[in-house]
């Protein structure tokens, strides 16, 4: 069992095959992160005809596919469709020719930056959806898969990408987040662009061996020999509306907790679409959740062209003198409202998005809260262990002196979320007028 399998070159004949025996057995056991090819018994050894010599052959073409970036603009790359076509067919001929590979990199990420061009307007599943399309067109190696992704996912987020690049390239996988992620790092250890989805981020947790065992150590544990930086596993998350118990719960918090994993949240269209890319193109792995509430509420005039936004960097989205808010993802919707009413009372608050949750950008905190000397970090996820407590122990350590009032945290209840009783749990924005208040009354 020590061959390396391609996934592009197993037909769908083939696939069938490895998807029955994946149904039949423990995938958390099975999947490898550098032997993809243990998923497979004996009894399916014969229908792989890629072996390790020709994998060998390929291996060079897909690793060198992956690190030849250059600034070549997306205008000029019409044969990547073409080549995905031709080396992505549903026959049973021979494995993928290598491909020329270049990518469109800006030289400003700021989506507001006019050389970006024209807009159109996009709601959050559409816009995930365009940069979706711009990674599998610009990036011969990368594959988009997980539960339902074929027909569009149940988002609609993969819509249409696989009639544009093919099954072998957008396809559908077994019931089995920890399959999902296990597949994932093998594809991406071996040079691959692997974008997994996992349906709910309440369902991530079957994969967490993978995620926190595999995926999060695969480089250190090498000694820096080996990395599985290929991949990137969306997932939706936060309340809806009518998720109930298991598709409304915010799991930053324990993938935060995991080093040598980089954790994304946007709060809308724009910001969404570059810092997928950016995401994609990380060289290390990394979880993005998609606030499934903005999928259609959230839109946005996005950029058309190809943008990267910086991980690791917050964004002040509004300038204030008087109280620092920092929050993430639909939180900042909350957090606006009550921005704006605290400023019918004469409230200034500078509003804080923190983008990436790790590696999280405290600096800019710490720069707003010596200037404002108080602060409130909000978040949907339930307040005991949040991530707000690792920002709040941080600024109570970086800036004792500055503080003015003792740091607010306004989040979930420390309960499991409750589907008639989602009104009075989330943090609103007036829990969070309340606490804005509160600073300013302490610090009198």
Not at 10 to 35: D, G, P
Request: charged share 20%; net charge neutral; glycine share 8%.
């Amino acid at each position: 069992a020590g061959r390396l399998v391609d996934c592009n070159a197993i037909t769908k004949r083939r696939r069938h095959c490895l998807v029955a025996h994946l149904m039949l057995n423990n995938l958390a056991n099975l999947l490898n992160a550098k032997m993809m090819a243990t998923l497979l018994s004996r009894r399916y050894y014969k229908s792989i005809t890629l072996s390790f010599h020709n994998y060998q052959q390929h291996l060079p073409a897909i690793i060198g596919a992956r690190s030849s970036y250059s600034s070549s603009s997306a205008a000029a790359t019409p044969h990547y469709q073409e080549a995905a076509y031709n080396n992505n067919r549903d026959d049973d001929q021979s494995p993928p020719q290598p491909f020329p590979y270049e990518s469109y990199n800006p030289t400003n990420p700021d989506p507001n930056y006019p050389s970006l061009g024209p807009t159109t307007k996009l709601n959050l599943f559409q816009s995930i959806n365009s940069a979706l399309h711009t990674s599998l067109y610009t990036d011969p190696t990368a594959i988009l898969f997980g539960e339902d992704v074929a027909f569009g996912g149940v988002f609609r987020t993969s819509q249409n990408l696989r009639e544009e690049f093919g099954s072998q390239r957008v396809f559908n996988t077994p019931l089995s987040e920890n399959g999902i992620a296990g597949m994932a790092i093998g594809y991406a250890s071996v040079g691959g662009t692997a974008i997994g989805e996992i349906q709910f981020a309440d369902y991530i947790f079957p994969a967490i061996d993978q995620i926190v065992n595999e995926m999060a150590k695969f480089r250190y544990r090498s000694g820096n020999q080996w990395s599985c930086g290929g991949v990137t596993l969306r997932t939706p998350c936060g309340a809806v509306g009518h998720g109930g118990l298991y598709h409304s719960q915010s799991p930053e918090a324990y993938l935060c907790h995991t080093p040598g994993l980089v954790v994304v949240m946007p709060r809308g269209p724009r910001c969404a679409k570059g810092l997928l890319l950016s995401s994609i193109r990380c060289k290390d792995p990394v979880i993005f959740l998609e606030p499934k509430i903005l999928y259609r509420s959230a839109v946005e005039e996005v950029p058309d062209a190809d943008y990267e936004i910086p991980l690791g960097k917050a964004e002040i989205m509004q300038k204030g003198t008087d109280v620092t808010i920092v929050g993430w993802g639909a939180q900042l919707r909350r957090l606006q409202l009550a921005c704006d009413l605290a400023s019918k009372e004469g409230i200034s608050c500078e509003l804080i998005d923190l983008r990436t949750l790790l590696p999280w950008d405290s600096e800019t905190i710490i720069r707003s809260v010596k200037k404002t000397g108080k602060l409130i970090i909000s978040h949907e996820a339930p307040i005991t262990c949040g991530f707000g407590a690792e920002v709040a122990a941080t600024l109570q350590q970086e800036c004792f002196f500055h503080l003015e009032a003792p740091i607010q945290r306004v989040a979930g209840y420390d309960t499991p979320f409750p589907l008639v009783a989602e009104k009075y749990y989330l943090p609103d924005e007036t829990k969070n007028l309340d606490a804005i208040r509160k600073v300013m009354e302490l610090a009198k």
